[in-house]
């Protein structure tokens, strides 16, 4: 081959090679976040029948060091952010299976869906965060009353 025909096959070599590689590159999937059955709320959290304060003491009493962490955590938020944490706890426990799986992948997909966490990252630790805390609580949580809003109300030392 002379110099003009290996520039000339040269450059055929290098626009099969490139008309094989953009479809792959423009076609490579994104990725993307995604919740799973354990992640960012584990299952057990998401099918339990039991409310937040029945959760709440159980995980009180199942894994006491989490529950005074997170309500030494509460304690030092502005009341606002409290009662935001607790009012939207409640609100995903008084929604069905469907809804709370909906929530997670809302909450895996979105990183400013949930509100309440821009004011307090870890509103939710002691509910979702830790699946040991969770298994142990759900599987107890219909022995404690449901609605005792007292459990709310842990003494912090100070």
């Known amino acids: ?8 096959a040269m450059r055929a070599l290098l626009m099969i ?18 919740a ?12 339990t029948q039991c409310d937040a304060e029945q959760y709440l003491a ?12 997170y309500m030494l955590d509460k304690s030092n938020r502005p009341l606002d952010v409290q009662q935001a944490a607790e009012d939207r706890i409640h609100w995903f426990y008084s929604l069905d299976a ?3 799986r909906q929530y997670s992948e809302n909450t ?8 309440v966490a821009t004011r307090w990252g870890n509103w939710a630790k ?4 830790n699946k ?19 459990v709310w109300d842990w003494p912090v030392a100070r």
């Not at 960012?40 to 959290?45: N, R, V």
């Not at 002691?126 to 965060?129: A, R, S």
């Not at 040991?132 to 007292?150: E, F, H, I, Q, W």
């Open 132 to 150: 040991g805390v969770v298994a142990k609580a759900t599987a107890v949580c219909m022995n404690y009353p449901r609605g005792d809003l007292s």
């Open 36 to 47: 799973t059955d354990e992640y960012p709320i584990p299952s057990k959290q998401i099918e």
């Open 58 to 69: 159980a995980a009180r009493d199942t894994s006491p060091v989490y529950f005074e962490r």
């Open 17 to 34: 090679v490139t008309a094989a590689a953009v479809p792959g590159l423009l076609g490579a999937p994104h990725a993307a976040a995604d």
């Open 126 to 129: 002691v509910f979702f965060n």
């Open 108 to 115: 895996a997909t979105n990183i400013y869906y949930e509100q």
């Open 1 to 8: 081959m002379t110099g003009p025909d290996i520039r000339w």
């Open 98 to 100: 469907v809804g709370r």
